[in-house]
């Protein structure tokens, strides 16, 4: 199994990953995808692993702790 973390991979490969995960980035969702990418560029950017961000969107679903509205489809409306 490959890393994906910072250290072990370089911003293309981060952004390969981010684009093969969330599939059609370009999809007809209302922007859904495109708001899910953003979500990953500090990934990409490298300032940030995967998991951090996957734990404070998680995180902050289960506290319902106030955040960016979402969309039927989960898409982030900043």
Request: net charge negative; aromatic share 8%; proline share 3%.
């Amino acid at each position: 199994m490959r890393s994906y973390l910072i250290k072990d991979t370089t911003e293309a490969e981060r952004r390969e990953i981010v684009e093969e995960s969330l599939g059609n980035l370009n999809g007809t969702c209302d922007g859904c995808s495109a708001g899910l990418a953003d979500m990953y560029q500090d990934y990409i950017d490298g300032k940030k692993e995967l998991r951090e961000i996957n734990m404070a969107f998680r995180t902050r679903y289960v506290s319902g702790a106030e955040g960016p509205e979402h969309g039927s489809c989960g898409y982030v409306n900043p």
